[in-house]
């Protein structure tokens, strides 16, 4: 069966600072990839997703992430985060074509941002 | 884009009532429903599937009787949380897969926060 993990419980940086959250997978085949945010008592947001073609997939809000087939990654990065992008990010695997359509979700990080 | 419209976004319920929560999509045609609960800082856990016109589909651990799940339409999909106890006090959310097998994304509802007392 399909799994995500994200390492990072909690992850604390200040404002400004570059930000990489972790995603690793479990899955048969390539599956459909995606980044999740969340504020808090709010619902998802879609940040980005990858479901084939070049690796590197920009997203809103100035996030990309990168699918790594040999590792079985797909983490999120941005450059310089903002004090706004405090939240709870969750990443998500959902299957390639013909599989059922559940997404399964790790159990998220939460990011904190200083000033 | 598209819409999934979810109502009520919170509620508060006294033990031993039934809780309705709609879930519509408001400019695509919905046949599947993926119905979440999440606990407090916690990860989104699925419960049921619900396709248009047939039963739905629960997963492992989850009551069918406490559940209801009805997808009558092609747009609307609704969770009934029955003979409510605190225990059932959670966030729930739900999302509608778009193009086959999701491959034009999944569309969330804003969730329903409920409060059982």
């Known amino acids: 069966a399909q799994s995500v993990t994200q390492p990072d419980i909690h992850i604390t940086v200040s404002e400004g600072a570059s930000l990489e959250l972790r995603c690793n997978y479990s899955y048969g085949a390539t599956p459909y990839l995606f980044w999740y945010v969340q504020s808090p008592g709010q619902g998802l947001q879609l940040l980005l997703k990858y479901f084939s073609g070049d690796t590197l997939v920009q997203g809103i809000k100035g996030f990309e992430a990168e699918f790594k087939r040999s590792q079985s990654s797909f983490n999120l990065r941005k450059p310089s985060v903002h004090w706004s992008d405090a939240a709870e990010y969750f990443c998500a695997v959902g299957p390639a074509q013909g599989g059922s359509e559940k997404l399964v979700f790790g159990k998220g990080t939460k990011l904190t941002v200083n000033p | 884009g598209a819409v999934v419209s979810q109502h009520p976004s919170w509620v508060i319920c006294k033990s031993g009532t039934s809780v309705k929560i709609e879930c519509r999509s408001l400019?695509?045609?919905?046949?599947?429903m993926f119905w979440y609960r999440q606990f407090p800082k916690q990860s989104l856990m699925l419960m049921a599937t619900?396709?248009?016109?047939?039963?739905?589909?629960?997963e492992q651990g989850v009551e069918k009787d406490k559940f209801l799940i009805n997808h009558a339409s092609l747009t609307l999909s609704t969770l009934t949380v029955t003979s409510a106890h605190p225990e059932d006090s959670s966030f729930y959310i739900c999302s509608a897969p778009r193009g086959g097998a999701g491959a034009q994304g999944y569309t969330f509802g804003s969730g329903t926060r409920l409060t059982v007392v």
């Open positions: 619900s396709n248009e016109g047939s039963k739905a589909t629960y």
């Open positions: 400019d695509f045609q919905a046949t599947t």
